[in-house]
Structure formats: structure tokens, C-alpha cells
């Protein structure tokens, strides 16, 4: 049976990151310089794989930190079902459950099983999931392409291992995540499996 070997990427550190404020959807930031010394790490320790086609949101950040695989001229799509999810109209502010009731309230819902709950002008969890199905499906159903690159957000990571997974969304900040991390995971045709969780060792030597 062939096995398709999926690694899972978020991209590299912005400025936004370094800041603690929300990016979402809406904010189409780029990587600073810690960002791209990640990006080329993670070229580095990875070049060797055989990627078929590497898979991206449709936001520059994520384009940036797989710069080195595309310029191999490697098949490449960016698909909106990958963006991260939209925080509404608190994108490009600093946001912290310590200090913002509403967000702090959103959380707590998400961890209680109310994914349907969202910010002001935001998606919810729920809307998430939905919108990157088609997304699974299209990668799931490209037997030619055995090995793929997918780089998105952490937010938007969180809610597609759930699904792939087979968690509830409930569940979702079980799977941390670092910029620049890796998950790798195969697809047997009927089942995910993990095969590295929140891999950062090519990190190490970043500051």
C-alpha cells in the first residue's frame, strides 16, 4: 500500500510574532530576518526530500519560508483554505487572554466544545475546518504526488491536525506550535498518522 508522507510547516517568525499581535487572514505580513535564517535552516536540513508539490496559504509569510524549495522550481499551489484563521476586527492589534476579556472568553469556549464561538467579525473553528475539507480532500486524492510540503499558521495548523486526526476541535491546543516547526504525518488512504511531532531541531542553532 503506498503511504503519503505530508510535512506540515508553519512559517517563519514575523515581526507580528516577535510583537504578540495578531496577524489572522487579514494581515499579510512578511518574515523578519530571524524568519528567513528559519526558513533557510529548514531548506537546509530538507532540500534532499523528493517533494512532488508544496502547498501554501495564499499569505506572503508562507510563501517566504518555502522560498527555497519553489526557486528548486518544485510544482507549487496556494489555496485561501489554508490562511489562517480571521480574528475579525481585532487583526493587527495585541491580543492576550491575560488582558483582553473578549478573547479570553472566545478561548475558553473553543476549550469547552463551543467552536462555533468567534471574535467580532471572525471565524469560528467550525468555519475553519470547513473551508480547508476541500483543501484535504484535493491532497488526499493526488496518488501521484507522494511526498508534499504544506506551510499555513498556527491557528489554522491546530484546527487541520485536529481534523486529520480525527480530535475534536475542542482538543486543539494539544498541538503546539513554534515557527518554523514540522509535523510529519502519513496517509495510508484511510488513516493519519504522526510521524514527528513539533520538530524544531533544525531550529537549534537559530536564535
Not at 3 to 11: Q, S
Not at 71 to 99: D, F, K, Y
Not at 120 to 149: F, K, M, N
Request: charged letters at 25%; a negative charge; glycine letters at 8%.
Amino acid at each position: 500500500m503506498s503511504v503519503k508522507k505530508i510535512y506540515l510547516i508553519r512559517h517563519g517568525q514575523t515581526d507580528f510574532n516577535v510583537r504578540g499581535i495578531v496577524q489572522g487572514s487579514g494581515v499579510d505580513s512578511s518574515l523578519n530576518e530571524a524568519g528567513h535564517r528559519q526558513a533557510a535552516r529548514f531548506f537546509a536540513a530538507y532540500r534532499h526530500v523528493p517533494f512532488d508539490k508544496v502547498y501554501t496559504s495564499t499569505l506572503q509569510r508562507t510563501h517566504q519560508s518555502v522560498r527555497g524549495f519553489l526557486e528548486l522550481g518544485l510544482p507549487h499551489e496556494q489555496h485561501a483554505g489554508l490562511n489562517e484563521i480571521s480574528w475579525g476586527t481585532r487583526e493587527g492589534t495585541r491580543i492576550t487572554p491575560e488582558e483582553d476579556e473578549e478573547y479570553h472568553t472566545v478561548l475558553q469556549d473553543w476549550r469547552a466544545g463551543r467552536t462555533t464561538s468567534r471574535l467580532q467579525g471572525g471565524e469560528s473553528p467550525e468555519e475553519v475546518a470547513a473551508r480547508q475539507r476541500p483543501v484535504v480532500d484535493l491532497i488526499t486524492s493526488r496518488p501521484h504526488e507522494e511526498t508534499v510540503l504544506v506551510c499555513m499558521h498556527g491557528r489554522a495548523m491546530r484546527v487541520l491536525l485536529c481534523q486529520l486526526l480525527g480530535y475534536p476541535l475542542s482538543q486543539m491546543d494539544s498541538f503546539e506550535h513554534h515557527n518554523l516547526c514540522l509535523y510529519q504525518l502519513d496517509y495510508t488512504g484511510s488513516l493519519f498518522t504522526v510521524r514527528s511531532f513539533l520538530d524544531v531541531r533544525h531550529l537549534q542553532e537559530v536564535v
